[in-house]
């Protein structure tokens, strides 16, 4: 039986499970401070910090979700988004526009990656 690794675990909700050597990340929210690029670039920061906490970092990524509360912040997301991500290791990736926690949240950013 393989174990199972939790991290960041709380009553709720843990932030990183790892399993069969996968990364599983929870949903990703900063701010609510900035505009949609900023709480990208944010965000993209804690998951650079949650992937390392795992063993692991954005080279090695499987998937990415990303909601957005607004699809008319797709541009600015993708710019952050795009000088992130290294190149030849991007993820499959969905997007769409999702309502948030509070309406102060642009961004969530869920990924997956290999450890």
Known sequence: ???????????????????NGIAYLAG???G???DAGAQT???LAEIDRLLALAGTDKTRLLTAQIWL???S????????????VPE??????Y???????????LVEIIVTAAV
């Not at 039986?1 to 399993?19: L, P």
């Not at 030849?88 to 990736?93: D, L, N, V």
């Not at 997007?95 to 949240?105: F, M, N, Q």
């Open 73 to 84: 912040d797709f541009a600015a997301m993708n710019e952050v988004w795009d000088g992130w």
């Open 88 to 93: 030849g290791h991007a993820p499959a990736r």
């Open 1 to 19: 039986m393989t174990d199972i690794i939790r991290h960041e675990t709380n009553a709720r909700m843990s932030q990183v499970v790892i399993h």
């Open 32 to 34: 609510p401070a900035g």
């Open 95 to 105: 997007t769409g526009e999702s309502k948030l926690a509070s309406p102060d949240y």
């Open 41 to 43: 670039r944010e965000t």
């Open 28 to 30: 990703q929210i900063e």
């Open 69 to 71: 509360a607004d699809m």
